[in-house]
Each structure stands twice: as structure tokens, then as C-alpha cells.
């Protein structure tokens, strides 16, 4: 579909991928809605994109809602979701540390797949009621963002990666089940890319890892990110699949 | 990595996929190379976008090596590589007409397979002889066309199915292979897509059948998305190694 003039809700949107999302889209005259917990950073951003922002936590259902209602109110009901809100742990399964906390799991789990789950069946419910857009009937797109994690299951990223291949698994049906209304289901599942959720990685880490990246031998950029987001928007085709963008990498046990 | 003034290649690319491919590669600026077999239909949209046609079979090597030398003299080395020239028959492995002609499955397997790898070996080789054109030390990137076949089998098509798994189990290791030179391979996998090749396979009747399958949009692919999606694997230096299904989330079951 074309995207010029239509609304998105991006969630995570402050900052790292969903911000990069937020500028490739807002360049291509989209009007966005920042969706974040950190709504200082999230206005930041707004005001520059001439976008609005929205200080919501992705699991509160109630809160998400009257969210979608402010976005329809003010900028049109989104058209283009961008699922990008999400958390890390580095924990192992069990360990001299002790087992995994349960607390964290759960934590990861209901912000990552849970939150991504309940923005995506809301702005859902939302875009049902809008006329279509073009001859196809098409409605809008949900884009969620998974991980190469939730394939490579590298070590301590249990809950991580548990969260990310919900997310990979709830492609298909969603798409298959939002289809009859005319709105694609894709997912993104991303490499290492520069973002606040990788500024935690100790340096030792990303100097061990740049050489098992094949090419180009480098973090991904949110705006590469942020350009298969819009092809993604633009192309009809794209529908029910995860698309790694990861300049080739796979997560073999080294990466301890 | 950008695509105005570079060298393209596109094989099979007089009709379907590959057609509209030199069409958008050339509106984006590039010099096309048309390689089919059918040299008169290559000639006309060489003739329409300003671009050369050499005839190639890519399942003779002699006729590949040919080519790209035409190529390289009329035009330059390649950067960009689209491999879209393949073939199909629908014939069970056996059936009431006796197995499956052993010679027909290497023809296909020649074409669809080895001659993607053919071409791919010989133009990557010539890459190695460029200059980067990015900081990343980018050379050049293949996009190859596998099918939504090779992944989901429908009945009646071992030898296509067999040559697009094995042009999907190409990507990584080919995309490792060149990382170090600075070339990216990706590949697509095409679902229905209204083609030449499409329509010859299933008639019309089936083809209408078999679009009665697909999620969203419900028709078949327009050549042009496919482009699209070849443009942006191009443009996008971050996607490496992957596979990517462009089938408005269709998965063929038993039925067909």
C-alpha cells in the first residue's frame, strides 16, 4: 500500500529501531505515533517527525486502547503497526548464580510476546472498522519485530529468545487470521543493530562478536531497519513470513 | 548498496520475473544485461530500457561463460546479478504413465540449480576484480529466485521443488563464500505470481484454483512486487543470507 498520508502506532518508538522506523517512515509522509514508556524521550522525537507521542506500557490492555482511541482521534486510526517495544535479560537456565529467576522470565515473556500480542489484536480490532484502502481490500499492515535470537538461541537468552520465537510463531495465524479483513501480518526478526537494547552489551562481547558477522562486518543501522519496514508497508506480497536482516549472521556456541 | 549507474545482469530476464525486474533495475538507473534463451524477446526489452541482450542457456556452461564475457566487453562486470531464469514440469515420481523420466528431472535440476550456481560462480568471480563501492567494502549482491515450492512440496513437482530447495540451501553458504569480497546473496521465494511460466504449469482453470488458496491479497503476484522486493535487497546492505518468501502468506497444503 501506499503510505503517504496514512497513520502509524509504533510502539517502542522512542528510540532504537522504532525511532529509526519512525524517521524512514515519517520521510515518506507518514504521521507517527510514538508509543513508549519513556514518554519524555518519546515527545522528544514526536516533536521532531511533527508526530505525536503516547506514554503507555504495551501490556496495560486498557491503556493500550484509550492509546489507539487518542492516536484515531488525532492523527487517524493507524493503518501501519510497528510492534518494536521490547526488553533483554542475560541470564542462564541455571548456574552457580542459581536458577533462573522466574520473575524475570515472566517479565521478558509479557512485555516482548504478551504486549506485542495486545497492541497487534487492538489496533487489529481497530483497522476492521476502516473502508479498504485499494482494489486488493487492503486494510493495513501489523509489523512485528522477533530476533535472530529466537533461531540461534544463543547462551543466557533464554526468556529472550522463548519471547522472540512467540512473536516468529504468531506470524502465520495472525496473518491467516486478519487476512479475511484485508491487513498483512509481518515479522522482522533483527542481527545486531545499534540500539539503547545493545548499549547494555559489554564492550569485550561486541568486539567478540563483529567477526563472526559475515558482511557487511558491522551493527546494522536503525535505518536500514527502518527501510525494510516501508518496503514491507509497500508491498502486498509480503505477508505471513519473518524476514531476518542480519548481514548473514547465525549464533553458533562460541558466542558464549 | 545504491543501484543507479551500476552493471546489472538478469537472467530469464525477457519475460515474468525477471522482465519486470530489468525494467525496474533500469528505471533505477542501472545498465541492464538481458540473458534469456529467447534472444528475439530479450531483444525487445533490451531495445525498451536501453539495455543489451545476450542469449544465454544457462544450463551450458560454455553458453554462461559466453555470455558474461559479452557482458563484460559490451557493458562492464556486473555489481548487481538477478538469477530468474528456471524451468518446471508437473509430473508425479510415479504414476499410471510410468516413473518420472529421469532425464526431465536433471533438465530441470540443470537449469533451475546448476545453472544459478553457474552464473553465480563465474560473475562473482569477475566481481572479485572491482573496486568496493560502499565503506562497508561492498562489491556486488546476487539476488537468486528459489520457490515457495522448494519449502512446501505440492504434489507432482520433484524436480522443481528438488532444484529451488537447492537453490534455497545455496544462500548461506554462497553468502559466506563472498562475505569476505564484500558480495551479498539473498535469495526469494516466490509464491503464485501471475508469470509465463505460471500459467503454462497449471492452465487457467488451475491457476484460478489455486488462487483460491492464498490468505491476502487474494490474486496472484504482480511481476512488479517482485521487482520491488529485488530493488530493495540491492539497496539494503544489511540483508545477507536469507530467504524470503513473497507469497501473501500462502502455504500449500495437500489439495494442490
Known amino acids: 500500500m501506499k503510505v503517504a498520508g496514512l497513520t502509524a502506532l509504533i510502539t517502542g518508538g522512542a528510540s532504537g529501531l522504532g525511532a529509526g522506523a519512525a524517521r524512514v517512515l515519517s520521510a515518506a509522509g507518514v504521521r507517527c505515533a510514538l508509543l513508549d514508556r519513556n514518554l519524555d524521550l518519546a515527545r522528544e522525537l514526536a516533536a521532531e517527525l511533527g508526530g505525536i507521542a503516547l506514554g503507555c506500557d504495551v501490556v496495560d490492555g486498557p491503556g493500550v486502547a484509550a492509546a489507539i482511541e487518542e492516536v484515531s482521534a488525532k492523527l487517524g486510526t493507524p493503518r501501519i503497526v510497528l510492534n518494536a517495544a521490547g526488553i533483554d535479560v542475560a541470564i542462564r537456565t541455571a548456574g552457580p548464580k542459581g536458577a533462573h529467576s522466574l520473575e524475570e522470565f515472566e517479565r521478558v515473556i509479557r512485555v516482548n510476546l504478551i504486549g506485542t500480542f495486545n497492541v497487534a489484536r487492538l489496533a487489529a480490532q481497530a483497522m476492521i472498522a476502516l473502508p479498504p484502502l485499494n482494489e ?121 | 548498496m545504491e543501484i543507479n549507474n551500476h552493471i546489472a545482469i538478469v537472467t530469464g530476464g525477457a519475460s515474468g520475473l525477471g522482465a519486470a525486474t530489468v525494467r525496474m533495475l533500469a528505471e533505477k538507473g542501472a545498465r541492464v544485461a538481458v540473458l534469456d534463451i529467447n534472444e528475439n524477446l530479450a531483444r525487445q526489452i533490451a531495445d525498451e530500457i536501453g539495455g543489451i541482450a545476450v542469449p544465454v542457456d544457462v544450463a551450458n556452461d560454455s553458453s554462461v561463460a559466453a555470455a558474461l564475457a559479452t557482458v563484460r566487453s559490451r557493458l562492464g ?106 558480495i551479498r546473496v539473498v535469495t526469494i521465494c516466490p509464491g503464485v505470481f501471475d508469470t509465463p511460466l505460471a500459467r503454462a504449469e497449471t492452465g487457467d482453470a488451475g491457476f484460478q484454483r489455486i488462487l483460491d488458496l492464498v490468505p491476502f491479497p487474494k490474486r496472484a503476484g504482480k511481476p512488479s512486487e517482485f521487482a520491488q522486493m529485488a530493488c530493495h535487497i540491492v539497496e539494503n546492505s544489511m540483508m545477507n543470507g536469507e530467504v524470503i518468501r513473497l507469497d501473501a502468506a500462502m502455504r500449500m497444503g495437500l489439495m494442490i
Not at chain 1, 171 to 191: E, K, N, Q, S, Y
Not at chain 2, 85 to 91: K, L, P
Request: proline share 7%.
Open chain 2, 77 to 182: 562486470i556486473a555489481r548487481i546479478v538477478v538469477n530468474a531464469a528456471g524451468t518446471g514440469i508437473g509430473r508425479k515420481i510415479t504414476s499410471s504413465k510410468g516413473p518420472h523420466p529421469l532425464e526431465s528431472f536433471k533438465r530441470v535440476v540443470d537449469i533451475n540449480l546448476t545453472g544459478t550456481f553457474d552464473v553465480c560462480r563465474l560473475a562473482a568471480t569477475d566481481m572479485l576484480g572491482l573496486t568496493p563501492v560502499t565503506a562497508d567494502g561492498e562489491r556486488g549482491v546476487f539476488v537468486n529466485v528459489a520457490s515457495i515450492f522448494g519449502f512446501d512440496g505440492p504434489v507432482g513437482n520433484t524436480a522443481y521443488a528438488a532444484s529451488k530447495a537447492g537453490v534455497i540451501g545455496m544462500t548461506l553458504p554462497m553468502a559466506r563464500d563472498l562475505a569476505p569480497y564484500g
Open chain 1, 136 to 256: 486488493d481490500g487492503e486494510r493495513g499492515v501489523i509489523v512485528n519485530i522477533a530476533s535472530v535470537v529466537a533461531q540461534d538461541g544463543p547462551i543466557g537468552q533464554v526468556a529472550y529468545a522463548a519471547s522472540k520465537a512467540g512473536v516468529q510463531g504468531m506470524c502465520l495465524p495472525m496473518a491467516r487470521d486478519l487476512a479475511p479483513h484485508g491487513i498483512r501480518v509481518v515479522t522482522v526478526a533483527p542481527g545486531m543493530f545499534e540500539t539503547p537494547l545493545a548499549a547494555g552489551i559489554p564492550q569485550a562481547w561486541i568486539d567478540s562478536i563483529i567477526p563472526t558477522i559475515p558482511f557487511p562486518k558491522r551493527w546494522g543501522r536503525p535505518l536500514e531497519f527502518g527501510a525494510l519496514v516501508r518496503q514491507i508497508c509497500e508491498n502486498p506480497m509480503l505477508n505471513g513470513e519473518m524476514i531476518r536482516i542480519d548481514a548473514a549472521i547465525r549464533m553458533g556456541i562460541d558466542r558464549a
